[in-house]
Nanobody
Framework: VQLQASGGGLVQAGGSLRLSCSAS????????LGWYRQAPGNQRELVAT??????TYGDPVKGRFSISRDNIKNLVYLQMNSLKSEDTAVYYCYYGGVEIYWGHGTQVTVSS
């Protein structure tokens, strides 16, 4: 499985961004796709994941971020609204199936 993320950038606090991740390989709707993030000096943390059974959000983003998935095109999206400076991090696309794969990160910077 290969993952290619895009959509990061610089945005002002209160603004929005949408991240996209294209997954290639043998992927089933029951496999987990999603996003984690890592800020400098912090551990990598869950942002959001989705499969055909469950959608999960990390507590810091609940109510502000929304994850969606296109199972035909193997795309996963992360709509980020009401962004805060503490959302600044490198965002990593994630695949969890028989094995775990990570995409290269995309930087999201929120200026206050």
């Amino acid at each position: 499985v290969q993952l290619q993320a895009s959509g990061g950038g610089l945005v002002q606090a209160g603004g929005s961004l949408r991240l996209s991740c294209s997954a290639s390989g043998r992927i089933f709707s029951s496999d987990v796709l999603g996003w984690y993030r890592q800020a400098p000096g912090n551990q990598r943390e869950l942002v959001a994941t989705v499969s055909d059974r469950r959608t999960t959000y990390g507590d810091p983003v609940k109510g502000r971020f929304s994850i969606s998935r296109d199972n035909i095109k193997n795309l996963v999206y992360l709509q980020m609204n009401s962004l805060k400076s503490e959302d600044t991090a490198v965002y990593y696309c994630y695949y969890g199936g028989v094995e775990i794969y990570w995409g290269h990160g995309t930087q999201v910077t929120v200026s206050s």
